[in-house]
Protein backbone atom coordinates (compact mmCIF):
# COMPACT_ATOMS: atom_id res chain seq x y z
CA UNK A 1 0.00 0.00 0.00
CA UNK A 2 1.29 3.69 -1.00
CA UNK A 3 2.49 5.52 1.92
CA UNK A 4 2.53 8.72 0.17
CA UNK A 5 0.86 10.82 -2.91
CA UNK A 6 2.48 12.44 -5.18
CA UNK A 7 0.48 15.28 -6.77
CA UNK A 8 1.98 17.09 -9.91
CA UNK A 9 0.45 19.46 -12.66
CA UNK A 10 -0.79 17.01 -14.99
CA UNK A 11 0.29 19.65 -17.82
CA UNK A 12 3.88 18.89 -16.73
CA UNK A 13 6.03 16.68 -18.92
CA UNK A 14 9.01 17.51 -17.21
CA UNK A 15 6.63 16.57 -13.74
CA UNK A 16 5.45 12.85 -15.72
CA UNK A 17 9.31 12.45 -16.30
CA UNK A 18 10.06 12.68 -12.63
CA UNK A 19 7.41 10.67 -11.38
CA UNK A 20 7.87 7.60 -13.49
CA UNK A 21 11.79 7.84 -12.22
CA UNK A 22 10.52 8.09 -8.59
CA UNK A 23 7.94 4.68 -9.94
CA UNK A 24 11.00 2.76 -10.71
CA UNK A 25 13.19 2.98 -7.75
CA UNK A 26 10.00 2.21 -5.65
CA UNK A 27 10.20 -1.65 -5.28
CA UNK A 28 7.99 -1.37 -2.68
CA UNK A 29 5.69 0.66 -3.89
CA UNK A 30 5.14 3.34 -1.56
CA UNK A 31 4.58 5.80 -3.63
CA UNK A 32 1.38 6.77 -5.45
CA UNK A 33 1.39 9.63 -8.47
CA UNK A 34 -1.53 11.74 -9.28
CA UNK A 35 -2.47 14.28 -11.15
CA UNK A 36 -5.61 15.80 -9.34
CA UNK A 37 -5.45 18.98 -7.55
CA UNK A 38 -4.35 18.35 -3.95
CA UNK A 39 -5.88 20.42 -0.75
CA UNK A 40 -3.51 22.97 -1.45
CA UNK A 41 -5.02 24.36 -4.16
CA UNK A 42 -4.05 23.86 -8.47
CA UNK A 43 -0.58 23.11 -9.14
CA UNK A 44 1.90 25.65 -11.37
CA UNK A 45 4.11 23.63 -14.14
CA UNK A 46 7.69 22.45 -12.05
CA UNK A 47 5.50 22.26 -8.60
CA UNK A 48 4.71 19.09 -6.69
CA UNK A 49 2.68 18.36 -3.15
CA UNK A 50 3.09 14.92 -1.34
CA UNK A 51 1.12 14.10 0.92
CA UNK A 52 1.34 11.45 3.64
CA UNK A 53 -1.40 9.10 3.28
CA UNK A 54 -1.90 7.91 6.45
CA UNK A 55 -1.76 11.12 8.33
CA UNK A 56 -3.36 13.33 5.62
CA UNK A 57 -0.30 15.66 6.22
CA UNK A 58 0.76 17.96 3.06
CA UNK A 59 4.26 18.46 2.18
CA UNK A 60 5.00 21.34 0.12
CA UNK A 61 8.82 22.39 -1.25
CA UNK A 62 11.97 21.11 0.16
CA UNK A 63 9.75 18.84 2.42
CA UNK A 64 7.89 17.66 -0.44
CA UNK A 65 11.20 16.03 -1.92
CA UNK A 66 12.26 14.99 1.27
CA UNK A 67 9.23 12.80 1.94
CA UNK A 68 9.58 11.01 -1.40
CA UNK A 69 13.53 10.57 -0.75
CA UNK A 70 12.45 8.83 2.89
CA UNK A 71 10.00 6.50 1.39
CA UNK A 72 12.00 4.77 -1.37
CA UNK A 73 15.12 2.69 0.31
CA UNK A 74 16.82 2.95 -3.08
CA UNK A 75 17.54 6.98 -2.15
CA UNK A 76 19.53 6.21 1.08
CA UNK A 77 23.09 7.68 -0.17
CA UNK A 78 21.65 10.85 -1.71
CA UNK A 79 19.54 11.45 1.99
CA UNK A 80 23.18 12.67 3.13
CA UNK A 81 23.28 15.89 1.17
CA UNK A 82 20.08 16.71 3.21
CA UNK A 83 22.43 18.15 5.93
CA UNK A 84 23.58 21.16 3.41
CA UNK A 85 21.78 24.31 3.41
CA UNK A 86 22.76 24.87 -0.21
CA UNK A 87 21.52 21.76 -1.13
CA UNK A 88 18.26 22.44 0.39
CA UNK A 89 17.47 25.45 -0.85
CA UNK A 90 18.25 24.58 -4.23
CA UNK A 91 16.05 21.55 -4.29
CA UNK A 92 13.07 23.93 -2.67
CA UNK A 93 13.57 26.19 -5.46
CA UNK A 94 13.37 23.43 -8.63
CA UNK A 95 10.23 21.88 -6.52
CA UNK A 96 8.08 24.74 -5.55
CA UNK A 97 5.50 27.25 -7.29
CA UNK A 98 7.89 30.12 -7.56
CA UNK A 99 9.94 28.59 -9.99
CA UNK A 100 7.85 29.68 -12.78
CA UNK A 101 7.77 32.82 -11.61
CA UNK A 102 11.62 33.05 -11.86
CA UNK A 103 11.67 31.68 -15.13
Not at 10 to 21: G, L, M, Q, W, Y
Not at 65 to 93: D, E, G, H, K
Amino acid sequence: MPAIRIYRNPSCERCAKIARFHKRFDWLHRLDVSTLTPKTGPLVPGEIVVEDIASGRIFQGFDAFAAIYRAVPAYLPIRALFVFPAFRNYIAREVSAGKLARG
